[in-house]
């Protein structure tokens, strides 16, 4: 069973350093109350780490189950942040196939092998999509009509969104690799030297 490592926080904490920097590159309207889309970005930053860390590195076949609930989790405070007369059925709905999107963008899109160099762009493009019509789901669950211009400034949103965690995420594989094979190193020398 693999034991946790300093490498876990690393793989966990990229992807939500890397929605903080877009979110705050991305200036939002102060007057703006109730959610904002970088609160959003956090919450999916670390829902991209915890899953990375449980796909990737973890290998775990329980990924599914934890990702069904790091969803469920989320919706709670945007349902507390919403204050919409709905019920909280249709966001755990909606979360939840947001979280199995982002759980098959990681897994088929970022790791696939024959798109490790284009893997930030591609998750990106996918990313910005989902995040378009998960906000497109959430005006239409409170009945809020959409403004004239929301497809362009949400999706841009999006995209740089996913980008930055792709390259945060991308960034701590490095590390990672980077780490282990210094690990290796170290302990190739130890048995030379005996």
Known sequence: MNRFRFQHILIVSFPILGALISGILQ??????????????????????????????????????????FIALIFAIPLYNALNAPISIFPLLLLNLIYGLLSVIMIRYLFYLKSLIRLRTLFLGIAGAICFGLY?????????????????????????????????????????????????LRKGDSSEDDQ
């Open 27 to 68: 200036k939002e309207d102060p007057s703006h109350t109730g959610v904002t889309l970088m609160q959003i970005g956090i919450f999916i930053g670390i829902f991209m780490g915890i899953m990375t860390l449980m796909i990737r590195y973890l290998m775990s076949k329980y990924s599914y189950y934890v990702a069904a």
């Open 135 to 183: 906000l497109y789901a959430i005006y239409a669950m409170i009945s809020i009509p959409l403004p004239d211009d929301f497809w362009n400034p949400v999706l841009m949103y999006g995209l740089i969104l996913y980008i930055f965690i792709g390259f945060a995420m991308s960034l701590a594989d490095l590390l990672v690799l980077r780490i282990e094979l210094n690990q």
